[in-house]
């Protein structure tokens, strides 16, 4: 089976990147192991840019319907349920054009984005089916498959379902979404930088059958006896996620005879149905090496962080929105194969921020030494509770210059009330005042439609508030939104264009 590019794992990185390539057009192969979506208990939540992203793949109502804007933030609690630390929370609308926070059940997740994968013909999902070989050359990659014995094609969202099902995939490009054991990772061999964070926790949702006076934020108890996060997911559904301490037996700890007594204090067997449980490792890593000639690997592939940011997913997201317009270019001929060499540079720093802020979040949450839990207690109850966001990092270096260039544009509403990004599609934009827009020479505005570029003059205060700020008229987005570059006049304008690729 011949195709432009194959995707290793339709996890949800490797299903949101199926969804932009196929709507790009690309002929895209997708080879799960899984004939089924995987049913434990990981994601719970992500943030406004990744909701974002789902509005790009044209799959906005559908994330929104099966999950709940978070509006009351995290709280860092002691033992004696004393706030320690906020991540601040808003019923607001925020700057990427809905809630800053969303709750959802992984599962649900997955399944809305496989059904998208069903709007494309040109995307055959190949599930029940495991990688076990990849070969790669200067002109494309070969993926032996095994026999599908355990699991078989399920055909639900293939549209050219194939009875037989091939032996082998060939592909132009390969990108690995294969999760954090990546095979595809392996064959480019990355190595993989540790920062510093191994630790296993016990996690378990539980589906509550009864009212129960329990927080509807998430709270991180700080507990040096047991650390624990309890969090409100959607619906009825409640998530416990517990450190497991010295002695304690991994496999026992899971088992719903012990795992009833560590949350007594809040929920019994009375209250709730305990809907699964496992034990995870959470680690910190990160990949040196994302691309190896054809081959590419993206989400917890390239990546891994601890939980306590709710970040993973929203990083293997963010991977994808970078990478998939990139590769759509370069398999249609229009773009050098060097522009690939930006994804890492670009992603790599960005993620590291989220990746390094969990683990020092940990080194709070995970403080089992009394003494030491007594004396971070201590520090932050001084004054007043501390607050803090995520962090705002810009991409690291590559198709992007001056001061702005590679920091995310916000998502603002358009006069008509649309938001911003309903009116660029996923193309490159030109946004700016009139007069700005209108001083562009013939050369740049031959640029702008080579490139396929929406242009949008005087696109309304909401969306003009954020260059004026900043002194100055004219901004180029490419089409993951980030800043190719901005501009104060049509001579800045001129040279921020002629980067589009
Ligand atoms: C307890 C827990 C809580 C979390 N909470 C959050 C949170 O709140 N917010 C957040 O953003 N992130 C969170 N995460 C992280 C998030 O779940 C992961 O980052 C995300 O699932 C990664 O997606 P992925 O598609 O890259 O990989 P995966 O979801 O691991 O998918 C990889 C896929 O590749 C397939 N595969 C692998 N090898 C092969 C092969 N050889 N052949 C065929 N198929 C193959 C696998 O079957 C799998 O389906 C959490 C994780 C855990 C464990």
New binding site residues.
């Given amino acids: 089976m011949d195709c432009d590019v194959a995707i290793?794992?339709?996890?949800?990185?490797?299903?949101t990147l199926a969804n932009q390539l196929g709507a790009a057009g690309l002929d895209v192969v997708v080879?799960?192991?899984?004939a089924r979506v995987?049913p434990l208990?990981?994601?719970?939540?992500?943030?406004g840019e990744?909701m974002r992203v789902f509005q790009s793949l044209g799959l906005r109502a559908e994330v929104e319907s099966i999950s709940r804007p978070g509006t009351k933030g995290m709280h860092f609690v002691n033992a004696e349920d004393r706030v320690l630390m906020v991540r601040a929370g808003t019923a607001a609308e925020g700057p990427q054009g809905g809630a800053n926070n969303h709750y959802f059940h992984?599962p649900e997740l997955e399944v809305v984005l496989r059904a998208g994968l069903a709007r494309y013909p040109n995307v055959r999902l190949l599930a029940g089916?495991?990688?076990?070989a990849v070969e790669a050359d200067a002109a494309g990659v070969r993926i032996v498959l095994d026999d599908g014995l355990h699991g078989g094609i399920v055909t639900s969202v293939t549209n050219r379902p194939d009875a037989a099902g091939p032996t082998e995939v060939r592909a132009r490009w390969l990108v690995g979404?294969?999760?954090?054991?990546?095979?595809v990772r392996r064959a480019i061999g990355s190595t993989n930088e540790d920062l510093g964070l191994h630790q296993p926790?016990l996690?378990f949702d539980a589906i509550l059958e009864r009212e129960l006076d329990l927080p509807d934020y998430t709270v991180q108890r700080c507990d040096p006896a047991r650390p624990m996060t309890m969090c409100c997911v959607t619906g009825q559904r409640r998530r416990w996620?517990i450190m497991l301490m010295p002695g304690d037996d991994p496999e026992a700890i899971a088992r719903p005879e012990n795992v009833w007594p560590l949350i007594s204090r809040w929920v019994t067997p009375a209250d709730a149905r305990l809907e699964r449980s496992?034990v995870?490792t959470?680690h910190s890593v990160i990949a040196h090496g994302w691309r190896r000639g054809r081959l590419l690997i993206?989400?917890?592939?390239a990546h891994?962080?601890p939980?306590f940011?709710?970040?993973?997913?929203?990083?293997?997201i963010r991977d994808c929105a970078n990478l998939a317009w990139k590769l759509v270019r370069v398999a249609r001929g229009t773009a050098p194969e060097s522009l690939l060499d930006t994804y890492e540079r670009e992603r790599r720093p960005h993620v590291q921020a989220f990746i390094e802020l969990a683990v020092r979040l940990g080194a709070v949450i995970q403080a089992t030494d009394p003494a030491v839990a007594a004396e971070r207690d201590a520090r932050f109850l001084q004054g007043e509770a501390q607050v803090f966001e995520y962090p705002q990092p810009g991409l690291g270096p590559g198709l992007h210059a001056g001061g702005f260039g590679g920091v995310l544009f916000p998502q603002p509403r358009l006069p008509d009330g649309r938001r911003l990004d309903e009116a660029l599609g996923n193309a490159y934009a030109v946004l700016g005042e009139a007069a700005a827009i209108d001083a562009a020479d013939a050369a740049t505005r031959e640029r702008w439609r080579a490139a396929g570029a929406v242009v949008l003059r005087d696109p309304g205060e909401a969306v003009a508030a954020w260059w004026r700020a900043r002194g100055l008229t004219a901004v180029v987005l490419r089409p993951d939104r980030y800043l190719l570059g901005a501009a104060r006049d049509a001579h800045e304008l001129a040279s921020v264009s002629a980067l589009m690729a």
């Fill in positions: 290793l794992g339709c996890g949800p990185v490797g299903a080879i799960e192991r899984d995987f208990p990981r994601a719970i939540h992500f943030d990744t992984q089916r495991e990688a076990t979404c294969d999760g954090g054991r990546s095979m926790w996690v996620e496992a995870y959470f993206a989400g917890d592939a891994q962080t939980p940011l709710g970040q993973g997913l929203c990083a293997g």
